[in-house]
C-alpha cells in the first residue's frame, strides 16, 4: 500500500504545483502547455497507484489461496502412509 499511497501523494503535489503555475510562470506562449504536461504527470501517477492497488488485492488473493491449499493438500508423509496402506490391502487376498 505503500507505493499506491506514495504515488496518490506525487500526483496531489504535481496537480497542486500545476494549479499555482500560473502565480510563478505566467508566459503566455508556455504556461498552459507546462500545465497541462503536469496534469498529463498526475495522471500517470494516479494510474501507477490504480495499478499498485491492484497488484495489492491480488497479492493478497495469491496469499489466502496458498494458505487454504496448504492446509487442504495433505502432506507428502499422509501419501506415503496411504500408499502403504494400498499396497497391504492389494496383497490382502478377498475372500
Do not use: C, K, N
Amino acid at each position: 500500500m505503500r507505493v499506491a499511497a506514495s504515488a496518490e501523494a506525487a500526483a496531489d503535489v504535481v496537480r497542486s504545483a500545476a494549479d499555482r503555475l500560473p502565480e510563478v510562470w505566467d508566459s503566455p506562449v508556455s504556461t498552459d502547455t507546462v500545465r497541462a504536461h503536469l496534469y498529463r504527470y498526475g495522471d500517470a501517477f494516479d494510474d501507477s497507484a490504480s495499478r499498485a492497488h491492484t497488484r495489492t488485492q491480488q497479492a493478497s488473493w495469491h496469499g489466502e489461496q496458498s494458505a487454504q491449499a496448504r492446509s487442504d493438500i495433505p502432506p507428502p508423509q499422509q501419501f506415503t502412509a496411504l500408499r502403504g496402506v494400498v499396497a497391504r490391502e492389494r496383497m490382502t487376498p478377498t475372500g
